[in-house]
């Protein structure tokens, strides 16, 4: 029996042994990696590709191209607001553990769009209005201060809880 060269690797592919019928996935497979392949290519090859193919099939594989980009951008957003990956954005709580305090839902979904990508849409999530509130402290630099209304000493000429009498009493006076 003739031992195997080892310089000379064996083969490991099912789809191309005699013995073995070709299998659909593996296929499929290939299939998707060397689309990839395809439109991982250089700006410069890309180009030329559009400049040199007539331009009816031009347009009609440019339509695809942006067919495919709207489907893969759907499918992303679809993933980003997946309610098993939400958490607070202050506090970090999951959603999983608001829902067992007994919360219904999230206080506040803020929607926004992403820097990069407009056409990508982002959602962060507040379990109560105190989280709320630090958000925006920290983003901002809002300090809530409750306000006291105008007071009689701040300004008396203008005070507008004074009667009109008082009023043109103060007003003599000034």
């Not at 901002?140 to 203008?158: E, H, Y």
Request: one cysteine or more; charged letters at 25%.
């Amino acid at each position: 029996m003739a031992k195997p060269n080892p310089t000379v690797p064996e083969s490991t592919d099912e789809t191309t042994t005699p013995e073995s019928p070709a299998k659909p996935l593996k296929q499929q497979s290939r299939a998707i990696q060397a689309r990839w392949a395809a439109e991982h290519a250089t700006e410069e090859s890309l180009r030329e590709h559009f400049q040199t193919i007539p331009l009816d099939r031009g347009l009609a594989l440019l339509g695809q191209m942006r067919h495919n980009c709207e489907l893969a951008g759907q499918i992303l957003n679809g993933r980003i607001n997946v309610p098993e990956d939400q958490r607070c954005e202050t506090c970090k709580k999951t959603y999983d553990s608001l829902v067992k305090s007994g919360m219904r839902d999230w206080f506040l979904n803020q929607p926004y769009y992403d820097k990069e990508d407009r056409s990508i849409i982002r959602v962060r999530h507040f379990c109560s209005s105190a989280c709320i509130s630090h958000y925006n402290n920290r983003t901002q630099g809002i300090r809530g201060v409750a306000d006291r209304g105008m007071v009689p000493s701040d300004n008396p000429k203008l005070h507008p809880r004074q009667t009109h009498p008082a009023q043109t009493e103060l007003a003599k006076k000034g």
